[in-house]
């Protein structure tokens, strides 16, 4: 699948869309002739015929629903409705000899669909990072419901007490289960709503396994279509090829939602939430869909047509001006030169990162050498995946991280590879990062001598996950000479200046500990994601405490100002490489901590290089000094909105 934005906001010719939407054939002939099913009296068939003339003038005419605008961009094409048949089964009652058949019917459709969620994971390498840290913890919570958890241990008893057959059990539980969570007295009831449709969501896919009913199809969903459904799920999401649709449009859904961050992700032109629009079209129609006003028109006019196409060539010139920023320094008003740098997830992303004019890589996750394998990988693997990256970037710097393994990370080589591996009732605070690799020193070992390798090719650094106390590195670093000495002997040319060993700052603990770590490590990459996470002790992924997580907040700003302090005393370098990077909002206010540096996702590149063109380092330092002086997270985020400047190239 490729992820290098959508393709989609680009007219098509209106002709494709015919293929067929899986519904029986004498379905679709009732829906589409519904007097045939109705009693043949005169009277009937005129007022049959009537409502059909009303019905097709309707349509005929153009209609425009506003939604839920959800992912910029603008598509013109036809629409190609998707919906699958509904998951549903007749309630029905068994005897009492049949209760180990239907135990068995469920257990299996349970063992289905834990492969089937099983290869959704398997697909996420392909994802852009964005949608692999939506749809992770959405895939291991449905992995844990398809465990001996309450929905499946609720059905098998209701088999059992009340002579339910399976697909009635499991509905039943389903809907007591959902009903008790938006009961709950809870002020978050969006997450309340999340919660309660990822119950109906695995109910729905364990009754399509339990009726070998089939699952949604975009197979036939023609290139340049505009998608149409009255739902999509995240896991429908994650099959979306954005090279194919242009745009997606839907009946349900919020801004919130899982969904809606996938689609984002994804860089598909998306609008949700669009009242009566499955009942308003027909397969094939035209339509404008516009993902920034949150709009759709069906059987657009010529003004609407227009009026698409000038948003098409508007946002078209928007990305063309971003782009042009690719050949362009990074530097501001005043001439202070600010180093972006790009995320690397898989290898496959290099090409993105060449697009977005990307001053080398700053963080290159190393974990997808471990994925979808059965056994570890050895030095040459890993020799020949950094020798593809570093050949790839033509010289600029590349950040390679060794393993960051343990807590939500699920890796079935390292299942066996590892021992003791244990996830424990809290994985974030268990083994993991440097605390794993230094139990097993073997695993660094081979990534220490396959990056030593590599940096006869190019400049490369190494960064230590998860690092918490001044140890770890004194002690990586140990290891790290012991590989240097042993890949020499073996006759292998490294470097004068041997790759620097950097810590990653993602904890409380680091950042307080930031002037004692950095006397043991060459540079600093600071983790805002995680330092977010641990110092607020909120899991982004928990919809009940989600609302609490602040980059923003004035303890997470003070360690990122302490750290970045430490580092700058000694003359060391030091970047952010999480989210915050990424938002352009958020530039001035880490430039006037005194960070030069920042690695984001690709896509983000352009417009934090136009923000970073704007600006003026003595404004962004006062601007710091201003918002560190505030204890309240909501003042903080009024004045970061108030100050970004106007766009300038």
């Keep these: 699948m490729k992820s290098d934005g959508p ?16 519904k029986p054939a004498d379905a679709r002939a009732a829906e589409k002739s519904p007097e045939k099913n109705a009693e043949k009296t005169p ?29 910029p961009g603008v598509a013109i094409g036809p629409v190609f409705d998707v919906d699958a048949a509904p998951a549903a089964a007749p309630r029905r009652a068994i005897r009492e000899a049949k209760v180990e058949e239907e135990r068995g019917r469920l257990t299996a459709a349970v063992a289905t669909s834990r492969k089937q969620v099983g290869k959704l994971k398997a697909r996420l390498a392909i994802l852009p990072e964005e949608a692999q840290e939506e749809l992770e913890p959405l895939l291991d919570a449905y992995a844990m419901m398809l465990g001996e958890s309450r929905l499946i241990r609720g059905a098998r008893k209701r088999i059992e007490a ?28 969006a997450g309340l709503r999340r919660r309660a449709g990822e119950v109906h969501e695995i109910a729905r896919r364990l009754t399509r396994n339990l009726t070998q009913s089939g699952f949604r199809s975009f197979k036939e969903v ?23 649709i242009a745009g ?52 657009p006019g010529r003004e609407a047509v227009a009026e698409g196409r000038h948003g098409i060539a508007a946002y078209a010139k928007e990305r063309t001006r971003l782009g042009k920023l690719r050949r362009l320094p990074s530097v501001t008003t005043d001439g202070e030169e600010m180093e972006l740098q790009a995320n690397l ?119 230590l996950p998860m690092v918490t106390i001044p140890e770890e590195v004194r002690e990586a670093r140990e290891i790290y000479d012991r590989v240097v000495k042993r890949v020499r002997r073996r006759g292998v040319t490294l470097p004068e200046k ?17 002037d004692a770590i950095a006397l043991e490590a060459d540079f600093f990459a600071i983790g805002t994601n995680d330092l977010a996470m641990y110092t607020l002790a909120v899991d982004r992924a928990e919809v009940e405490v989600s609302h609490l997580y602040d980059p923003l907040h004035p303890a997470v700003l003070r360690l990122i100002q302490f750290a970045t302090e430490a580092a700058l005393r000694l003359r060391m370098p030091v970047s952010v490489c999480g989210e915050m990077a990424g938002n352009p909002r958020l530039v001035p206010l880490l430039m006037g901590l005194g960070l030069r540096s920042l690695s984001m996702n690709a896509s983000a590149i352009p417009r934090v290089k136009q923000m970073v063109r704007s600006l003026n380092v003595d404004d962004c330092a006062r601007f710091a000094r201003r918002v560190m002086e505030q204890s309240d997270p909501k003042r903080i985020q009024e004045l970061v909105m108030e100050f970004v400047p106007g766009e300038k190239g």
Aim: charged share 25%; hydrophobic share 45%.
């Design 7 to 22: 393709a989609a906001s680009r007219p098509t010719d209106g002709k494709s869309g015919e293929a067929r939407d899986g």
């Design 498 to 514: 041997l790759p620097a060993l950097g810590a990653m700052i993602e904890t409380p603990g680091a950042a307080l500990a930031a």
């Design 43 to 71: 009277e009937k068939a005129a007022e049959l015929k009537a409502a059909e003339a009303r019905k097709a003038g309707r349509r005929a005419r153009e209609l425009t629903i506003k939604g839920i605008a959800i992912s």
């Design 162 to 189: 009340e002579l339910l057959s399976a697909e009635t059990a499991v509905s039943d539980e389903a809907d007591a289960i959902a009903g008790a969570i938006l009961a709950a007295k809870d002020d978050d009831k």
């Design 345 to 463: 997830e898989i290898p496959a992303e290099l090409p993105l990162i060449a697009q977005a004019g990307a001053a080398g890589i700053g963080l290159l996750r190393t974990e997808f050498l471990f994925m979808n394998r059965q056994g570890l990988p050895d030095e040459e693997a890993h020799y020949e995946a950094y020798r593809q990256i570093v050949e790839g970037t033509d010289g600029a710097g590349v950040t390679i991280r060794v393993l960051d393994w343990g807590g939500e990370k699920d890796m079935e080589a390292l299942a066996e590879g590892v021992e003791p591996f244990h996830a424990g009732p809290n994985p974030a605070l268990g083994l993991r990062g440097i605390r794993m690799l230094l139990r097993r020193p073997e695993l660094l070992e081979v990534q220490f001598a396959a990056i030593l390798r590599v940096s006869s090719l190019g400049p490369v650094r190494v960064l």
């Design 248 to 299: 997606v449009a839907t009946e349900e859904g919020g801004a919130d939602g899982h969904t809606a961050i996938m689609l984002r992700a994804l860089g598909i032109p998306s609008v949700l939430g669009l009242p009566g629009l499955t009942n308003a079209l027909a397969r094939g129609d035209q339509a404008v869909l516009d993902g920034r006003a949150g709009t759709i028109v069906l059987r």
């Design 222 to 244: 023609p290139e340049g279509s505009i998608l149409v459904a009255e739902e999509l799920t995240p896991a429908d999401a994650a099959l979306l090829d954005p090279s194919r």
